[in-house]
């Protein structure tokens, strides 16, 4: 229980929590920005095979 409050109460508790919350938002944003890549590049190869295959 000692941990939870100095976690919460101190400074390299509250850095500390900081830098976690910062890493879950960038876990969010990287999975984001591949996932929207993924989709466009997908869409323009499944683009590009059908105008090879005529049509």
Same mark, same amino acid.
């Given at each position: 229980?000692?941990?939870?409050?100095?976690?919460?109460?101190?400074?390299?508790?509250?850095?500390?929590?900081?830098?976690?919350?910062?890493?879950?938002?960038?876990?969010?944003?990287?999975?984001?920005?591949?996932?929207?890549?993924?989709? *466009?590049?997908? *869409?323009?190869?499944?683009?590009?095979?059908? *105008?090879?295959?005529?049509?």
């Amino acid at each position: 229980m000692q941990a939870w409050v100095d976690f919460f109460t101190t400074d390299y508790g509250l850095m500390s929590a900081a830098v976690i919350a910062f890493m879950f938002v960038m876990l969010g944003y990287i999975a984001w920005y591949v996932a929207k890549h993924v989709r *466009e590049d997908t *869409e323009r190869h499944d683009r590009l095979v059908k *105008e090879a295959r005529g049509g």
